[in-house]
């Protein structure tokens, strides 16, 4: 019994290592002030802040496919990594019953320098199995992937499509209730998405939950019962996959990628973003800091400042 | 494509689990989570292990003699120092190499363990940002990575003392105790600086400098003894010359006083209790800050 229940999260990313991560940026950055842009806003404390999940809520329950569409930056891979738990949410709710299995970017916790053979014994290892259970699960793998003499290589050394086809038989051999992808499994060629057609259908019989994420309608249209459609970190649609993705494809949201990017706190999200993001904990680590009302204007004259004061310097 | 249903049939099922996630500002909400990943990461320790055991082959793939290049490099390493300083400081070799040696491989062990620990979290970024684990996890293995190479330095000490014939008896077995006790500091460090560095990129070259500071002004190379007078009675308050002295008394053949270790482990004490704090009220974050 496999259920997803997720009501009302929000996450949200501080961006240090962009800006103000070390002392020697913060200096830096008050000398470029504004330099960067309206598109991403500084707090009181100069870390930008990102919402990358606002107000997101749903359940899924056993046998759901779920495919989630949008934009570049509309927070599907966000959304998946908090339903995997690896971003816990600011606010609200997340519940997952059943194993989880993600498959989040191609090279998922492989580590690109041991080679096939150590990266199952990892996974094995990871899912507390022991000796026999690793060894069948390799041979499912090697088998599944089409690895052959591959196996024992560096996973660096693998063309894309056999890290894709490695991935894909990893993180379905040990067989999760809960199935979370990323697009990037489509890179495989057509023989390898027939296999991984019968084995996920397998799967999805079996009464467990697929979240799929993509771009692309079609592929969503074809595996999925159920479709979110995300832009900013919100929910615009959810619905019959027919419905969704009408709205999607001819809604204003359309064109394509790159629409509506992440909703950066202050662009369009200060007033809603702002009450309900409150401590998360302690000193340095409490919920990102809101936009403070008129930070453009006072940034603007020291970007001046700076400014002319290089002028006078040249 | 010959039969998929061949491969339809995964043959190894997951344990079910049950993940909840509500942000609850309570310590003891946060305090229970934190809990529960040092239990998952314990739970795990044969992944820690082979994920540590990974790490040192990675690092010697290809070469010839391998990890056998540590205790390599430390042998030539103990025999220069060991040589120059006991000209230097005027002592007899045979008392003084089981000394450096023993020094020297102990803390080559504290400050590379101190220095992964700064780097804990951000190393393994990849693996947190594609699977929930729990955080210790990553410290357990980088104290796997540093006991190992420890292992093979052991064997730098085994043959000087074979070689001067100063094994040390049955007080050796004091360091036992003192060892563990340098485990539970070694994963309070990593939670504390690792958690730590990821947020502030700064700290990792502040640590370097301080541990650098440290071994000069720790007896490590050189012997507690030679502090005279009042500068003696500082020591005790010398938290690098307290926890290495544990472990390096008794493998001399000395039991360590009383003072030594009421310090080590009062010390140690602050430590773990800095990391849980830190560890409590940071853990949800790593996953954004790495």
Same mark, same amino acid.
């Given at each position: 019994?496999?259920?997803?229940?997720?009501?009302?999260?929000?996450?949200?990313f501080?961006?240090?290592?962009?800006?103000?991560?070390?002392?020697?940026?913060?200096?830096l950055?008050?000398?470029?002030?504004a330099?960067r842009?309206?598109?991403?806003?500084?707090?009181?404390?100069?870390?930008v802040?990102?919402?990358?999940l606002?107000?997101?809520?749903?359940?899924l329950?056993?046998?759901?496919?779920l495919?989630?569409?949008?934009?570049?930056?509309?927070?599907k891979?966000?959304?998946?990594?908090?339903?995997?738990?690896?971003?816990?949410?600011?606010v609200g709710?997340?519940?997952?019953?059943?194993?989880i299995?993600?498959?989040?970017?191609?090279?998922?916790?492989?580590?690109?320098?041991?080679?096939?053979?150590?990266?199952?014994a990892?996974?094995?290892?990871?899912?507390?199995?022991?000796?026999?259970?690793?060894?069948?699960?390799?041979?499912?793998v090697?088998?599944?992937?089409?690895?052959?003499?591959?196996?024992?290589?560096?996973?660096?050394?693998?063309s894309s499509?056999?890290?894709?086809?490695?991935?894909?038989?990893?993180?379905?051999?040990?067989r999760p209730?809960v199935l979370?992808?990323?697009?990037?499994?489509?890179?495989?060629?057509?023989?390898?998405?027939?296999?991984?057609?019968?084995?996920?259908e397998?799967?999805?019989?079996?009464?467990?939950?697929?979240?799929l994420?993509?771009?692309?309608?079609?592929?969503?249209?074809?595996?999925s019962?159920?479709?979110?459609?995300?832009?900013?970190?919100r929910?615009?649609?959810?619905?019959a996959?027919?419905?969704?993705?009408h709205?999607?494809?001819?809604g204003?949201?359309? /064109? !394509? *990628?790159g629409?509506?990017?992440?909703g950066?706190?202050?662009?369009?999200a200060?007033g809603? =973003? %702002? #009450? $309900?993001?409150t401590?998360? /904990? !302690? *000193?340095?680590?409490?919920?990102p800091g809101?936009?403070?009302?008129?930070?453009?204007?006072? =940034? %603007? #004259? $020291?970007?001046?400042?700076a400014?002319?004061?290089?002028?006078?310097?040249? | 494509?010959?039969?998929?249903?061949?491969?339809?049939?995964?043959?190894?099922?997951?344990?079910?689990s049950?993940?909840?996630?509500?942000?609850?500002?309570s310590?003891?909400?946060?305090?229970?989570?934190?809990?529960l990943?040092l239990?998952g990461?314990?739970?795990?320790?044969?992944?820690?292990?082979?994920?540590?055991?990974?790490?040192?082959r990675l690092?010697?793939?290809g070469?010839?003699?391998?990890p056998?290049?540590?205790?390599?490099?430390?042998?030539?390493?103990?025999?220069?120092?060991g040589t120059?300083?006991?000209?230097l400081f005027?002592?007899d070799l045979?008392?003084?190499?089981?000394?450096?040696?023993?020094s020297l491989?102990?803390?080559?062990f504290l400050?590379?363990l101190?220095?992964?620990?700064?780097?804990?979290?951000q190393?393994?970024?990849g693996?947190?940002?594609?699977?929930?684990?729990?955080?210790s996890?990553?410290?357990?293995r980088v104290?796997?990575?540093?006991?190992?190479?420890?292992g093979?330095?052991?064997?730098?000490?085994?043959?000087?003392?074979?070689?001067?014939?100063?094994?040390?008896?049955?007080?050796?077995?004091?360091a036992?105790?003192a060892?563990?006790?340098?485990i539970?500091?070694?994963?309070a460090?990593c939670?504390?600086?690792?958690?730590?560095?990821?947020?502030?990129?700064d700290?990792?070259p502040?640590?370097?400098?301080?541990?650098q500071?440290?071994?000069?002004i720790s007896?490590?190379?050189?012997?507690?003894?030679?502090l005279?007078?009042?500068a003696?009675a500082?020591?005790?308050?010398?938290?690098?010359?307290?926890l290495?002295?544990v472990v390096?008394?008794?493998?001399?053949?000395?039991a360590?006083?009383w003072?030594?270790?009421?310090?080590?482990?009062?010390?140690?004490a602050?430590?773990?209790?800095a990391a849980?704090?830190a560890?409590v009220?940071?853990?949800?974050?790593?996953?954004?800050w790495?």
């Amino acid at each position: 019994m496999a259920t997803i229940q997720i009501e009302g999260v929000h996450v949200s990313f501080p961006i240090y290592h962009a800006t103000s991560r070390s002392l020697k940026r913060t200096v830096l950055a008050a000398a470029s002030g504004a330099a960067r842009g309206g598109r991403l806003q500084e707090d009181s404390k100069h870390r930008v802040v990102v919402q990358a999940l606002r107000d997101v809520s749903f359940t899924l329950g056993n046998g759901d496919r779920l495919g989630l569409v949008g934009g570049n930056g509309a927070g599907k891979t966000t959304l998946l990594r908090t339903l995997a738990g690896i971003y816990e949410p600011v606010v609200g709710r997340l519940q997952v019953s059943g194993a989880i299995g993600a498959l989040l970017d191609p090279n998922l916790g492989m580590n690109p320098e041991l080679t096939g053979r150590e990266n199952i014994a990892l996974r094995g290892l990871y899912n507390g199995m022991a000796r026999p259970a690793i060894r069948r699960l390799e041979e499912d793998v090697q088998d599944f992937a089409e690895l052959a003499e591959f196996m024992d290589l560096p996973v660096r050394f693998y063309s894309s499509g056999m890290v894709v086809r490695l991935g894909f038989a990893l993180a379905t051999a040990i067989r999760p209730q809960v199935l979370l992808m990323d697009e990037w499994f489509l890179a495989g060629d057509a023989a390898f998405m027939d296999k991984a057609r019968a084995r996920l259908e397998d799967m999805v019989r079996g009464a467990d939950i697929l979240v799929l994420s993509s771009h692309n309608a079609a592929v969503i249209e074809e595996w999925s019962t159920r479709v979110i459609w995300l832009e900013g970190g919100r929910i615009m649609a959810d619905g019959a996959p027919a419905d969704v993705l009408h709205q999607y494809l001819g809604g204003p949201g359309v /064109g !394509g *990628p790159g629409v509506g990017g992440p909703g950066v706190v202050g662009e369009h999200a200060a007033g809603d =973003a %702002g #009450p $309900e993001v409150t401590d998360a /904990g !302690g *000193p340095g680590l409490e919920a990102p800091g809101l936009e403070r009302p008129g930070l453009d204007g006072a =940034a %603007g #004259p $020291e970007t001046g400042g700076a400014s002319v004061g290089g002028t006078a310097a040249a | 494509m010959n039969a998929p249903h061949t491969f339809a049939a995964p043959p190894l099922e997951a344990v079910p689990s049950e993940l909840l996630l509500q942000p609850d500002p309570s310590h003891a909400a946060r305090q229970g989570l934190a809990v529960l990943d040092l239990q998952g990461g314990l739970r795990l320790w044969r992944l820690a292990w082979t994920l540590g055991w990974f790490d040192i082959r990675l690092r010697y793939r290809g070469s010839v003699l391998g990890p056998l290049w540590l205790t390599l490099s430390t042998g030539v390493m103990v025999g220069a120092l060991g040589t120059l300083y006991s000209t230097l400081f005027r002592m007899d070799l045979h008392e003084y190499l089981p000394f450096l040696a023993l020094s020297l491989v102990l803390w080559g062990f504290l400050s590379s363990l101190v220095s992964d620990a700064c780097s804990c979290f951000q190393q393994a970024e990849g693996m947190i940002r594609s699977v929930r684990l729990p955080f210790s996890l990553h410290a357990l293995r980088v104290i796997v990575r540093n006991v190992l190479v420890l292992g093979h330095n052991v064997v730098v000490i085994a043959v000087v003392y074979a070689v001067f014939d100063r094994w040390p008896g049955v007080h050796a077995l004091l360091a036992v105790p003192a060892l563990a006790l340098w485990i539970v500091d070694g994963l309070a460090c990593c939670l504390l600086l690792g958690a730590v560095c990821a947020r502030f990129r700064d700290i990792p070259p502040i640590v370097g400098s301080v541990m650098q500071i440290a071994f000069f002004i720790s007896p490590v190379i050189w012997r507690p003894e030679m502090l005279q007078g009042a500068a003696a009675a500082w020591l005790p308050w010398n938290p690098f010359f307290t926890l290495l002295e544990v472990v390096r008394a008794p493998l001399l053949g000395a039991a360590p006083g009383w003072g030594v270790w009421a310090s080590a482990l009062g010390f140690s004490a602050l430590l773990c209790g800095a990391a849980w704090i830190a560890f409590v009220r940071v853990r949800s974050r790593l996953a954004f800050w790495v």
